[in-house]
Every structure is written in structure tokens, then in C-alpha cells.
């Protein structure tokens, strides 16, 4: 009985403190049958599960815990939003995003049904910022290959009509607290820039994820943007701009 406990609390001790190494994924098709850590609360497990019925889903806390989870061997991959994960193994030696991801999809910027004008600005603020290189620049700058994104640039406040801009700044380094406790990323510098061509004053609501698209119907904010994906559902409610990023779900695994 003594060494039945003992194997036990061994297997138990290595569970929690991540034992052992798994084996090395380098393809998307390695992750048929592994363990996959994702957030508690996002579409990440039906998202895997879709491409990976067999896959085996483990909840936890936050991306970053799933991320953490991988580096500690306690799991095979962690899928997530690509650009978080990116910005993940960014700032963590040792993680990588494999390059095939599990979906892909736009994001974009929605406002009301019947705002028009407003999405025309925020498209053309985006065509005009490709147009001069401005964009790639941007994107390299909060998405670095390694290290923390870069700052925030200075952009001038115009001082007319209020913009009210709803996001949730959990989605670094599109939406994010940093360490002088504002709100920054570049969903925001988009925003920025879009009030600076309207001459509007942005004003940053930040509020929960799936807050979002309910204060916009009701007129609380004027914008929403924080790493959205277009989908049809979301666009029979709300009138999305035209995608500015490319991404959708991929896996971060051990290098």
C-alpha cells in the first residue's frame, strides 16, 4: 500500500509541477491528439475541437496561464487569438506560434447600422496609412519578433464633438493597460487617428469583451474595436468596417 501511495503522490507532484518533457510539435497536424490548453469562457475549445475532435481541452484562467502551461510542459500547445499569442512568445524565450493557424479570420471595427461616415473614416484612415507604409510600420512595432511592443506614438487631440470609443483592454497589443496605466495599442492608434481625420476627442470606454456590442446598439459608445472578429452573426447587428488585420486562432507551443 505504501508504494502504491507513493507512485500516487509522484504522478500528482508531476502533474502539478510539469514533469517531464512532451513531445516536440513543429506542424499543426501534430496536435490531432494532444493536449491543448485554452482561456475558460472564449470559443478557443469549440474552435479546436472543430479541426481536432480527438484533441484533449484544458481549461485555465487566462491565455497567458494556457501559455505558461506549454512552457511548463503541463501542455502540449495553447490556442488563442494569434497577435496575443504572438505578443506572448514575444515577450517569452522558449515559445513560438506555428505558422499554419486553426482558423483563420478578419478583424475589424464596428460601429452602428446606420453609421456610414464613420466607417468610411476609419477605412480610410487605414487605406491611407498602407498607402504610405505607415501600416506595416505600425503592426512591427506592437508586434515585434521579440521583447515588449513598442510605444505608444504621440497623436494629436483634435478638440471638437466627443468619439466614444468602446474597447476591452485585455487584448494586448491590440488593446491594453500599460505601465503608466493608460490605455494603448493598435486598435487605439487606429481609433486615434480616425478622431484626429473626423476632429473629434477620442474618449476610451473600457469595459468587458462582451459588453461591447450591446453598448454600441444602445448608443453608450460610438466605435468598438479590441481584436474583433467579423463574423455574419456580428454583422446583422452592427456595421463593421473593412477587416484592417488578418489573424483568427492559432496554437503557441515549446520551441
Same mark, same amino acid.
Given at each position: 500500500?505504501?508504494?502504491?501511495?507513493?507512485?500516487?503522490?509522484?504522478?500528482?507532484?508531476?502533474?502539478?509541477?510539469?514533469?517531464?518533457?512532451?513531445?516536440?510539435?513543429?506542424?499543426?497536424?501534430?496536435?490531432?491528439?494532444?493536449?491543448?490548453?485554452?482561456?475558460?469562457?472564449?470559443? *478557443?475549445?469549440?474552435?479546436?475541437?472543430?479541426?481536432?475532435?480527438?484533441?484533449?481541452?484544458?481549461?485555465?484562467?487566462?491565455?497567458?496561464?494556457?501559455?505558461?502551461?506549454?512552457?511548463?510542459?503541463?501542455?502540449?500547445?495553447?490556442?488563442?487569438?494569434?497577435?496575443?499569442?504572438?505578443?506572448?512568445?514575444?515577450?517569452?524565450?522558449?515559445?513560438?506560434?506555428?505558422?499554419?493557424?486553426?482558423?483563420?479570420?478578419?478583424?475589424?471595427?464596428?460601429?452602428?447600422?446606420?453609421?456610414?461616415?464613420?466607417?468610411?473614416?476609419?477605412?480610410?484612415?487605414?487605406?491611407?496609412?498602407?498607402?504610405?507604409?505607415?501600416?506595416? *510600420?505600425?503592426?512591427?512595432?506592437?508586434?515585434?519578433?521579440?521583447?515588449?511592443?513598442?510605444?505608444?506614438?504621440?497623436?494629436?487631440?483634435?478638440?471638437?464633438?466627443?468619439?466614444?470609443?468602446?474597447?476591452?483592454?485585455?487584448?494586448?497589443?491590440?488593446?491594453?493597460?500599460?505601465?503608466?496605466?493608460?490605455?494603448?495599442?493598435?486598435?487605439?492608434?487606429?481609433?486615434?487617428?480616425?478622431?484626429?481625420?473626423?476632429?473629434?476627442?477620442?474618449?476610451?470606454?473600457?469595459?468587458?469583451?462582451?459588453?461591447?456590442?450591446? *453598448?454600441?446598439?444602445?448608443?453608450?459608445?460610438?466605435?468598438?474595436?479590441?481584436?474583433?472578429?467579423?463574423?455574419?452573426?456580428?454583422?446583422?447587428?452592427?456595421?463593421?468596417?473593412?477587416?484592417?488585420?488578418?489573424?483568427?486562432?492559432?496554437?503557441?507551443?515549446?520551441?
Amino acid at each position: 500500500m505504501k508504494k502504491i501511495g507513493l507512485i500516487t503522490l509522484t504522478v500528482l507532484l508531476c502533474f502539478i509541477a510539469g514533469c517531464g518533457e512532451r513531445a516536440k510539435i513543429t506542424k499543426l497536424a501534430e496536435l490531432s491528439n494532444k493536449q491543448i490548453a485554452v482561456p475558460t469562457g472564449t470559443v *478557443a475549445d469549440k474552435l479546436v475541437l472543430e479541426k481536432f475532435p480527438a484533441a484533449k481541452i484544458v481549461y485555465l484562467n487566462s491565455v497567458l496561464d494556457a501559455a505558461l502551461a506549454v512552457k511548463t510542459h503541463k501542455a502540449d500547445a495553447a490556442a488563442y487569438d494569434e497577435p496575443i499569442l504572438r505578443n506572448i512568445a514575444a515577450k517569452n524565450p522558449g515559445l513560438r506560434v506555428l505558422p499554419d493557424p486553426i482558423t483563420t479570420d478578419d478583424y475589424g471595427y464596428a460601429m452602428r447600422l446606420t453609421d456610414t461616415d464613420l466607417k468610411a473614416a476609419v477605412d480610410g484612415v487605414v487605406a491611407e496609412m498602407k498607402a504610405a507604409g505607415e501600416y506595416e *510600420a505600425m503592426v512591427k512595432r506592437w508586434l515585434p519578433a521579440s521583447g515588449e511592443p513598442g510605444p505608444m506614438p504621440v497623436i494629436a487631440e483634435a478638440t471638437g464633438t466627443v468619439l466614444r470609443f468602446g474597447t476591452a483592454a485585455i487584448t494586448e497589443p491590440f488593446s491594453y493597460v500599460d505601465g503608466s496605466q493608460k490605455i494603448v495599442g493598435l486598435d487605439i492608434e487606429i481609433a486615434r487617428r480616425v478622431a484626429l481625420k473626423l476632429g473629434r476627442r477620442l474618449e476610451i470606454v473600457n469595459m468587458d469583451f462582451g459588453a461591447m456590442i450591446p *453598448a454600441l446598439i444602445a448608443g453608450k459608445v460610438d466605435m468598438i474595436g479590441a481584436c474583433i472578429t467579423i463574423t455574419k452573426e456580428r454583422a446583422e447587428k452592427v456595421l463593421f468596417s473593412e477587416p484592417y488585420y488578418r489573424g483568427g486562432i492559432s496554437a503557441i507551443v515549446a520551441e
